[in-house]
């Protein structure tokens, strides 16, 4: 099957590596998109264009010229400051979009590229093994009590997905210790790490667990939540005992190296499936 030439639109983290690296392993042509104020340290041996937010149609002329009929959005990327006094058409079409939640944003994105001719792929067909299997990952194991509480923050989390706020939900002892909204996980986990200790209810009970699944009304071909050794890092900082993922809708990047420091820091990775009832 020939593979169709893939815009990579860059953001922070490991993903959009993986997703370069991946297609020039298949010999898939590839072009790593790079808007100002994201620093890709990794891009130098690829081919790469830098991009303006308010010059989208420069974009999709130069994605057109290389033969991009597929694009894939990787990788954490924060709303830009935007000169409205600049803005050309296509970039015109997606400001409306842009105050609004991150899946609206989204897909408003995704619908300016395939009106360009340019289909949305997810991550997650190009890089599969990144998706977490149900069960434990590493030598540890939740324990009933954090069983529990991962239930809960499954619901909580499902809660924000709804009305399209976030995709975590820190729980411990039954209790919230935080949500994740649109400053991240990495800012939850540091609020957890900060706050968390005056309101578990009993210090020497369950630690708590960190929760991610995507939104309910999400478009899964982007965004979907990810960890990795950096995540387990923050966790164990903020005194968890785990983090659980809803399986198959979740990606692990660098696996290994996510795994290893799980074992290291005595925390659990789940991947959880939820009870239909």
Not at 46 to 68: K, M, P, Q
Not at 102 to 125: K, N, P, W, Y
């Amino acid at each position: 099957m020939t593979m169709k030439p893939v815009a990579i639109i860059a953001g922070a983290g490991l993903l959009p590596e993986l997703l370069a690296n991946e297609c020039r392993r298949l010999g898939r042509v590839y072009v790593v998109v790079q808007f100002q104020g994201i620093d890709l340290d990794w891009a130098g041996g690829h081919h790469t264009e830098v991009a303006e937010f308010e010059r989208l149609d420069s974009l999709f002329d130069r994605l057109i010229s290389a033969g991009c009929t597929a694009v894939v959005f990787a990788g954490a990327m924060a709303r830009p400051r935007v000169d409205v006094t600049w803005l050309d058409a296509s970039s015109t079409r997606l400001l409306t979009a842009i105050n609004s939640g991150d899946d609206t944003t989204l897909r408003a994105a995704a619908d300016l590229f395939e009106s360009h001719g340019i289909l949305v792929e997810a991550a997650q067909d190009t890089l599969p093994d990144l998706l977490i299997e149900a069960g434990v990952l590493g030598q540890i194991s939740p324990t009933v009590e954090d069983l529990d509480d991962i239930a809960r923050a499954a619901e909580i989390a499902s809660a924000l997905g709804r009305v399209d706020v976030g995709q975590a939900a820190v729980v411990a002892q039954g209790i919230c210790l935080g949500v994740e909204s649109i400053q991240g996980t990495d800012a939850l986990l540091r609020f957890v790490m900060e706050t968390a200790v005056a309101f578990r209810p009993n210090p020497i009970a369950a630690k708590g667990v960190l929760f991610k699944a995507p939104k309910s009304i999400q478009d899964r071909r982007f965004d979907l939540p990810a960890i990795g050794p950096d995540t387990v890092k923050a966790a164990a900082k903020a005194g968890l005992a785990g983090i659980a993922l809803a399986a198959g809708q979740a990606m692990i990047l660098d696996r290994a190296a996510t795994v290893a420091a799980a074992d290291q820091t005595g925390l659990f990775i789940y991947g959880h499936v939820a009870k239909v009832s």
